[in-house]
């Protein structure tokens, strides 16, 4: 079996990688139920919103091949030890342990800045995605019936969620993420 790709954190210099990698994910599939896919000037400003949250990326001979983020879950205040997580690969690299390698590496790069939960809505079925999250300690929450509807019908919504640390009593605010030096 291939090896996992090199995992890494991500910066603004991988935005052309990571939209080409999200694209066909936007234009053939209902995995993103976005309409028109982010170009790299458009993922480099998600890359940097405020606050900022760790994106990952996996490379294979020079080129990023996958990629993993967290984002705020909410907007509202008292969401903001929650998060929301995403992956996805390139054709052709799945089933390498790429997925699981991106994964861990955004749990480790979010528990240290103080995120409590890690949520993630799958359209279903996808059961490689559920595999993954099942795989990597995420449990079920419910689904969203007719969530949404692309490509001529409504999708079901599942909701998994993971506890990134106990919940803290007196919670403090959470930090900033700052992409390590080039690893
Ligand atoms: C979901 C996705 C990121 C998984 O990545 P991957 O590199 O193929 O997964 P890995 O090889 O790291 O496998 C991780 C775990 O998921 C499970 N898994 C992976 N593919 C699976 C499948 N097709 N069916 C069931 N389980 C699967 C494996 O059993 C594995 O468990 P283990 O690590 O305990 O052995 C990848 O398939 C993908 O990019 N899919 C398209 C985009 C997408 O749907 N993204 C998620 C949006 S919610």
């Known amino acids: 079996m291939r090896s996992p790709a090199l995992v890494r954190a991500a910066d603004v210099a991988d935005a052309a990688g990571i939209a080409a990698v999200y694209r066909p994910y936007v234009t053939d599939s209902v995995a993103s139920f976005e309409s028109v896919p982010p170009d790299a000037a458009e993922m480099a400003v998600r890359m940097l919103a405020a606050p900022?949250?760790?994106?990952?990326?996996?490379?294979?001979?020079?080129?990023?091949?996958?990629?993993?983020?967290?984002?705020?879950?909410?907007?509202?205040?008292?969401?903001?030890?929650?998060?929301?997580?995403?992956?996805?690969?390139?054709?052709?690299?799945?089933?390498?342990?790429?997925?699981?390698?991106?994964?861990?590496?955004l749990f480790a790069e979010l528990r240290p800045l103080g995120h409590v939960t890690a949520f993630a809505g799958i359209a279903l079925p996808n059961a490689a995605s559920v595999g993954l999250h099942t795989a990597l300690g995420f449990t079920p929450v419910g689904v969203y019936r007719a969530a949404g509807f692309k490509a001529g019908r409504w999708h079901d919504v599942g909701w998994w969620q993971l506890p990134l640390r106990e919940p803290p009593a007196d919670p403090v605010e959470p930090g900033a993420w700052t992409p390590p030096a080039r690893d």
Not at 91 to 100: D, H, I, K, L, Q
């Open 52 to 105: 900022r949250l760790p994106w990952v990326a996996a490379e294979r001979d020079g080129a990023v091949v996958g990629y993993a983020y967290a984002a705020a879950h909410h907007a509202r205040a008292a969401y903001r030890w929650s998060v929301s997580c995403s992956v996805y690969l390139a054709a052709g690299e799945r089933g390498a342990g790429t997925g699981r390698a991106l994964y861990e590496r």
